[in-house]
């Protein structure tokens, strides 16, 4: 195959296996050029800026991280992931709804909704960002931990091998609960109908299902390189190291014209732009005032 005749290195990885691990923008290029390899065809991918995260909601990453610091919390005392999740779940939708967030433009939002919409302001959700577009997904992986790998995960999606695509809007507007009952244990992809500005931008698009402790994250029981009759690998990642983090970090808007201010067109961004680490552009100063 030709990913493999292009002398690219893996490295190991202790969540991953053994991926690709390019050393410069051009040879990610080529790599990715080169998909389908291995007879993957990606079409959503995500990026994460440490390679040895894994791969879970923020619902899941918050719950985890409340028991760490509070063993004795009335969470750690159900028995499953899943359960945990639903327990959290329910209320903040409650509370949500009880706080008036629940309508949006005169428009009762179902749970789906109001999940995209709390997570969209930043609230934790059992929602997973993925983009329709690999180099977004890249730039999100190059945006912290400079000196630390990150991963491009790519999702080769086959509709009814494990996975279903929410298109149905009467499903769409069931309850969470009743959503993941119709689908099983199918890991589910969903696109909001009305979009945010900045998941419009950013092409953004979520992946959940029931909730996992899985050994890669809580999407699937599975290992991430599992091979079987029954099913394939839906997945698989690409290590973006330190030196490639560096190099394009100077590219960025010369090849993409991407930063905070493009990619988060709010005033969530304009207040990241505007943050205390931010560089000033060249002609910050020098512009003249309004």
Known sequence: MMAKNLRIAKIDTKIFGKIYAPKNFVELAKLLNDVPYDYLSPEYWRGQSNIDWHVES????RIKRHIQFNPETDISKISTLEEQVVQYEQRILND???KGFGYRDGRKLADLDLLASLQHYGAATR????SRNTFIALWFACQSNPDKYGVLLGADIII????SWIKDQSIASLNIEDILSHYNDSILIWEPQYLFERMRIQQSIFFFGVSHDGPWGNLTSLDFD???????NNFFAIAISPELKSELQTQWRVLFG???LTLFPDIEGFGRYHSSRSEFEWDFFSAPLD
């Open 58 to 61: 923020t619902a899941v990453r």
């Open 96 to 98: 949500a709804r009880a």
């Open 127 to 130: 929602l997973i960002d993925f």
């Open 160 to 163: 009814g091998d494990g996975i």
């Open 226 to 232: 599992f091979k079987s009759k029954e099913r394939s």
């Open 258 to 260: 991407y930063d905070v």
